[in-house]
């Protein structure tokens, strides 16, 4: 069974950083492409940044690029968000999410077949 279980959410002001950690099992990590997304209230949910689990390449939503990062750690399992100079804009509730590697292309913008609970993330101004 399939379970990702992410942590690491808090308060912070703006131009602080957090990490978010997901804990991934029931698969594994390089049949997958794992990533985040996120919703922000009153907002739709939308993909913050995403991985591809075999061979490394990531994508980024635009408003994040040079901010965030994703990581994974292959052999704990983890996969990793660190959020740096945070915005208010970023506040919202942050959710692991992973979808197996298939012949689509690699989009983070896109459906994904399984996600954890969600982590709340609120910046300060």
């Known amino acids: 069974e399939v379970q990702l279980q992410a942590s690491g959410g808090g308060l912070v002001q703006a131009g602080g950083s957090l990490r978010l950690s997901c804990e991934a099992s029931?698969?594994?990590?390089?049949?997958?492409?794992i990533g985040w997304f996120r919703q922000a209230p009153g907002k739709e949910r939308e993909g913050v940044a995403c991985?591809?689990?075999?061979?490394?390449?990531?994508l980024y939503e635009d408003s994040v690029k040079g901010r965030f990062t994703i990581s994974t750690d292959y052999a704990e399992k983890m996969v990793y968000l660190q959020m740096n100079n945070l915005e208010p804009e970023d506040t919202g509730v942050y959710y692991c999410?992973?979808?197996?590697?298939?012949?689509?292309?690699?989009?983070?913008?896109?459906?994904?077949?399984?996600w954890g609970q969600g982590t709340q993330v609120t910046v300060s101004s």
């Open positions: 991985m591809d689990g075999y061979d490394g390449r990531t």
């Open positions: 999410v992973a979808t197996p590697i298939g012949p689509d292309d690699f989009l983070l913008q896109r459906g994904f077949d399984y």
């Open positions: 029931g698969f594994a990590l390089d049949s997958y492409i």
